[in-house]
T-cell receptor, first 116, second 111 residues
Framework: DAGVIQSPRHEVTEMGQEVTLRCKPISGHDYLFWYRQTMMRGLELLIYFNNNVPIDDSGMPEDRFSAKMPNASFSTLKIQPSEPRDSAVYFC??????????????FGPGTRLTVL | EDQVTQSPEALRLQEGESSSLNCSYTVSGLRGLFWYRQDPGKGPEFLFTLYSAGEEKEKERLKATLTKKESFLHITAPKPEDSATYLCAVRINSGYSTLTFGKGTMLLVSP
């Protein structure tokens, strides 16, 4: 298996532009997580899905952020409009089925977002 | 509020110099403590899960232990390829499937 796939790997945009990050989870995994990592705050959970349904989006910083999972093999995280403080590395992770989601999470390589 | 604190923030070792990384937590209802390794420019990679105090797990030069308040990641005779950031995370009763991560310890092993 290729692991979790994220695109793009790097994104540089200007403030006010829309940014869309993409993720393909590992086949057969039914949990999908979006994280953001910064030096100041470390790795923070933004939102997670189970069987394509958003379960907890309490980590989404504000209404400018939205995430969708239209099917089991694809998810997007959108920021509109983007701001410089959104600059970070965004990770997608997936996890296989298990008792109350106790399984480990497999992370993608991340998307490094820079908002100028 | 649930807290996960890792120390030290950074650690520099000589090759072969054993040491330990600490992860202390203040959570209610721990359902698992996870250790991950993160190389520069990559996503975290799973190492261990510990579920109960007294539990230990080993992998090559790494051994993770767990008490009721903290976990240690012991590195025995490290090699330069062990250089990475080590993250710990906790899963709690009230957090269905979610992990709360510490900020990590950046380890550099010099030859």
């Amino acid at each position: 298996d290729a692991g979790v796939i994220q695109s793009p790997r790097h994104e540089v945009t200007e403030m006010g532009q829309e940014v869309t990050l993409r993720c393909k989870p590992i086949s057969g995994h039914d949990y999908l997580f979006w994280y953001r990592q910064t030096m100041m705050r470390g790795l923070e959970l933004l939102i997670y899905f189970n069987n394509n349904v958003p379960i907890d989006d309490s980590g989404m910083p504000e209404d400018r952020f939205s995430a969708k999972m239209p099917n089991a093999s694809f998810s997007t995280l959108k920021i509109q409009p983007s701001e410089p403080r959104d600059s970070a590395v965004y990770f997608c992770a997936s996890s296989p089925p298990g008792l109350a989601g106790n399984n480990e999470q497999f992370f993608g390589p991340g998307t490094r977002l820079t908002v100028l | 509020e649930d807290q996960v604190t890792q120390s030290p923030e950074a650690l520099r070792l000589q090759e072969g110099e054993s040491s330990s990384l600490n992860c202390s937590y203040t959570v209610s209802g721990l359902r698992g403590l996870f250790w991950y390794r993160q190389d520069p420019g990559k996503g975290p990679e799973f190492l261990f899960t510990l579920y109960s105090a007294g539990e230990e797990k080993e992998k090559e030069r790494l051994k993770a232990t767990l008490t009721k308040k903290e976990s240690f990641l012991h590195i025995t005779a490290p090699k330069p390829e062990d250089s990475a950031t080590y993250l710990c995370a906790v899963r709690i009763n009230s957090g269905y499937s979610t992990l709360t991560f510490g900020k990590g310890t950046m380890l550099l092993v010099s030859p």
